[in-house]
């Protein structure tokens, strides 16, 4: 009887085994996917940025009382590698309004010149796959601001036209 429950024992240890193994080998596969992800990952994580900047800024404001504005941006995979800048605002003065609807020509001072340094900053090579990946993206591109407040839902963050 204790052969067989040491056989038992035996058994369960090497299914536990077995099982993480399996699961660590799932991580890995995990891991690798998002250190090499395919342009719908991509897409779908910009997608999610309305949800994911508003909880941060909210928790931000629950914490410390702050305000503040997020701005993000790099090639869009939607829209073949374009440039997207996106802007997320929490909180509004005493006018009712927040930054960027305070701020006289927001686009101008704010987008234009963090979307051209982004444009510095990629190369398709580096952020886009195409079949001429020695192109730089051009700084004459049409610029797109996406500002949503910080607690948009998800469902709101759209993707850019294409212009």
């Not at 994911?52 to 790099?74: K, M, N, P, R």
């Not at 963090?114 to 730089?136: E, N, P, V």
Request: hydrophobic letters at 35%.
């Amino acid at each position: 009887m204790a052969a067989h429950g040491e056989e038992f024992v035996h058994h369960m240890e090497v299914e536990a085994k077995i099982e993480c193994a399996h699961r660590a080998d799932k991580v890995k596969a995990d891991l690798e996917a998002i250190h090499t992800p395919t342009e719908s990952l991509k897409a779908q994580c910009l997608e999610g940025l309305g949800g994911l900047v508003g909880q941060l800024l909210d928790a931000i404001h629950e914490t410390t009382g702050w305000h503040g504005s997020v701005y993000l941006g790099g090639p869009d995979p939607c829209v073949n590698g374009e440039v997207h800048v996106f802007s997320f605002h929490h909180g509004k003065g005493f006018s009712g309004f927040n930054f960027r609807e305070m701020l006289p020509n927001h686009h101008g001072h704010i987008v234009e010149p963090f979307t051209a340094f982004l444009k510095g900053t990629f190369t398709i090579d580096a952020s886009y796959h195409s079949m001429d990946s020695s192109m730089t993206l051009p700084v004459g591109e049409p610029l797109v601001n996406e500002t949503l407040p910080a607690s948009a839902p998800i469902s709101q963050l759209s993707t850019p036209p294409i212009l």
